[in-house]
């Protein structure tokens, strides 16, 4: 007996199914949208790991370089000035020496 305050039964069965039914679409939809993004994402990173690298290699070849160069004008001014840098290495030497004896 339907009285139109309580649908009957088959109705409401049908109605949970298809709303579990709904609920397992919405789910492995929202699962496919994230994996994708999730891929995409991943190789964004993947790509800006790789710029990175390169950009650190560039790096580290010029800092070597600007190194090279720099130890080579050294070694050309002690060369040139053995006697100067001979004594700017024991008035540093004795500066340090003298702070290292105050403390």
């Known amino acids: 007996m339907n009285n139109g ?11 949970k199914q298809n709303l579990v039914k709904d609920l397992a679409a919405v789910a492995a939809d929202g699962s496919a949208i994230i994996n994708d993004e999730m ?19 560039d790096t580290g070849t010029a800092v070597s370089e600007q190194a090279a160069h720099a130890a080579e004008a050294t070694a ?3 060369r040139q000035n053995p006697w100067k840098t001979l004594g700017i290495a024991a008035a540093t030497g004795v500066i340090v020496g003298a702070m290292l004896k105050r403390w």
């Open 39 to 57: 891929a995409q994402a991943r190789t964004r990173l993947d790509a800006s790991l790789s710029h990175a690298k390169t950009r650190l290699i």
């Open 76 to 78: 050309s001014y002690v």
């Open 5 to 15: 305050i309580n649908p009957p039964m088959g109705n409401i069965e049908s109605a």
